[in-house]
């Protein structure tokens, strides 16, 4: 490893801003010399790398919308694969975002720079063909999860199970009730989490349902505090209108959405990397993601798993109740919902099979253990 190693980072989501965050935290502990460039979002920046672009602040999904924004993306590859072969930093870490990282990493192959893959792309729901491609790409693929080692060990890639940081969050965070309190709930007030996602697009698709659903939850058990977070100001300001109309005693917070899965009895989460940090942090939860018809069906034909929601992909079985596609109806969120918030059987079977599959998982340090390959793996 170089004494003063520069790594470039790409982040697109927000997801992976924070996850590029922890490990350049981290990697400036193992090597105080390092320096970090790259594309990623706010968190990224607080931790010290220089951007070259805010990639994570807004993500986009969906064919048109990607389709919209091509020529940017198509630009922003070509600045950044010149940058790169200008700048030869002695390691690359594209985290997640396949669609971007992957078509980068195949154009700079044979450039000698090294790329040190954080977060693999669900090669194991669909397209699995995409591992054989990827190993001559990439010099080495960091996984969060064990089942995914295989994977990319068959392939003949060198691959690494690391962890992931968000088991390490629960740990910390502030007084639940100071937090509680500036909320706005009351003591002993129990909390609901409503998470829609954190893109634009999600929450169209998702909130309002999730409202509806919470609306017939809260006819069944009254009395209960709604808190939805939201990942910035811009998304807040999208929820607050929709809550705005509904009945329930809510508030809508910028960020914390920690702070929220933390409190929460229960929530209902839009299906996403919020199910696994939800599901870090034990509160019950039912996974939801509102599709059309067509795209259900294209999915369930191309998806080669069972369940959407990962802490089911982990269980192998449906741990936590799921609502995609043509299953997405309010009553039938709202019946499994009050049976996970009410004290009974059903709700201490969730809380101990929870238990028992963090016990299976989570690997505590996913941070600093992601830091030191990328650093083993600079030129």
């Known amino acids: 490893m170089p004494a003063a190693p520069r790594l470039f980072l790409i982040a697109g989501e927000p997801s992976g801003d924070r996850l590029g965050a922890g490990l350049i935290q981290e990697a400036r502990r193992l090597a105080p010399g390092a320096r970090f460039t790259g594309l990623g979002g706010a968190e990224m920046r607080d931790a010290g790398c220089d951007l070259l672009a805010d990639l994570a602040r807004e993500p986009v999904m969906g064919v048109a919308r990607v389709l919209a924004r091509l020529p940017y993306f198509l630009r922003l590859g070509r600045d950044t694969e010149k940058f790169l072969l200008r700048e ?14 992957l078509r980068l990493a195949a154009r700079m192959r044979g450039s000698g720079v090294p790329f040190c893959y954080y977060v693999s792309p669900q090669v194991w729901a669909w397209k699995r063909g995409r591992v054989r491609a990827m190993a001559r790409v990439l010099d ?13 060990r068959a392939a003949g890639l060198p691959v690494e199970w690391v962890g992931h940081p968000i088991f390490d969050a629960p740990a910390a965070g502030p007084d639940d009730a100071a937090f509680l309190a500036l909320a706005g709930a009351r003591p002993g007030q129990r909390v609901i989490g409503v998470l829609p996602g954190s893109r634009p697009q999600e929450i169209d698709r998702n909130l309002d349902t999730m409202i509806r659903a919470a609306e017939r939850l ?40 920690h702070d929220v899965m933390r409190a929460a009895r229960f929530c209902f989460v839009t299906s996403g990397t919020a199910t696994l940090e939800t599901f870090a942090f034990g509160a019950p939860m039912t996974i939801h993601y509102r599709v059309s018809r067509l795209t259900e069906a294209l999915g369930r034909r191309l998806i080669a798993t069972r369940h959407i929601g990962m802490v089911n992909i982990l269980a192998g079985r449906e741990l936590v109740p799921e609502f995609f596609g043509s299953r997405h109806s309010p009553d039938a969120m709202a019946a499994a919902a009050a049976a996970l918030v009410e004290d009974g059987p059903r709700r201490e079977a969730a809380l101990a099979a929870m238990r028992a599959l963090r016990r299976r998982v989570a690997l505590p ?3 600093a253990r992601a830091a030191r ?3 083993e793996t600079a030129r």
Request: proline share 11%; charged share 20%.
């Open 365 to 367: 340090g996913a941070s």
């Open 88 to 101: 030869r930093p002695d390691v690359v870490v594209p985290i997640d975002y396949p669609g971007f990282n």
């Open 373 to 375: 390959a990328v650093l």
């Open 218 to 257: 809260d006819a069944r058990i009254p009395g209960m505090k709604y808190l939805c977070p939201a990942a910035h100001a811009a998304l807040a300001a999208q929820i607050r209108p929709r809550l705005a109309r509904s009945r329930l005693d809510h508030a809508v917070l910028a960020g914390r959405a």
């Open 140 to 152: 080495k693929m960091l996984v969060l999860f064990p089942f995914e080692v295989p994977i990319y």
